[in-house]
């Protein structure tokens, strides 16, 4: 069964540094993986897709990075801003593409001025 | 720009009441999602469905049932709300694959 493990559970940082969050999950025959933002009280935003057949994909000052075959991936951002802080979760399918998803229960960061 | 709505952010309701909640998207998308989640829980799927009419339970249907009669809409029913269904119910929407996955704001639901 398909699990999505999240450490931190949470990180404080002061503005202006480079994080790193990291998600591991335990079968790797996946398609993609997604980074999703959570707003305290709010739905989910995608941030990024990563496809199988992709190392990385970047937005903005956010880049995600997939390793398939260690069954990890890191979200870094760069120079943070209080406006980053959020919960950040990562979600791979159930099983190959499946468009049901399995998700971590994510990492709560805090980006002090 | 909103794309996927639910109908309601808070909610506070009696114990067995029928509850519904609404979710209605407006992307063409083919499946439809509601999750719930809690503190230390994560989220967790209780329905899916892939065309209209069409659903398959999730981790934790006990409880819940689902109406999808039309494809934008897809509507979540406690048949009989008891307190441990107090959550947070997010629904979401997202074509083949996992490709354009977008969730609606939430729905805050307190069974009292």
């Known amino acids: 069964k398909q699990e999505v493990t999240q450490i931190p559970a949470a990180l404080s940082v002061p503005e202006g540094e480079n994080l790193v969050l990291n998600c591991s999950f335990t079968d790797s025959a996946i398609y993609n993986l997604q980074w999703f933002r959570q707003d305290p009280g709010k739905g989910l935003t995608s941030l990024l897709l990563i496809q199988s057949s992709q190392r990385e994909q970047t937005s903005g000052r956010l880049n995600a990075s997939l390793d398939k075959s260690s069954g990890r991936s890191t979200l870094y951002i760069a120079a943070s801003q209080p406006g980053d802080s959020a919960t950040y979760l990562c979600a791979v399918p159930l099983q190959g593409g499946s468009e049901k998803l399995v998700f971590g229960k994510g990492t709560k960061l805090t980006v002090n001025p | 720009d909103v794309k996927v709505t639910q109908s309601s952010r808070y909610l506070v309701k009696r114990t067995g009441e029928k509850v519904f909640l609404e979710c209605v998207q407006d992307?063409?998308?083919?499946?439809m999602f509601w999750y719930r989640q809690d503190p230390g829980l994560g989220l967790r799927l209780i329905y899916f469905s892939y065309d209209v009419k069409m659903k398959e339970k999730g981790d934790i249907p006990e409880g819940y049932s689902v109406s999808r009669e039309k494809k934008e809409r897809f509507s979540l029913i406690l048949e009989s709300a008891s307190t441990n269904q107090t959550s947070m119910y997010l629904c979401?929407?997202?074509?083949?694959?996992?490709?354009?996955?977008?969730f609606g704001s939430g729905t805050r639901l307190t069974v009292v």
């Open positions: 992307m063409d998308h083919e499946n």
């Open positions: 979401a929407s997202t074509g083949q694959g996992a490709y354009g996955y977008t």
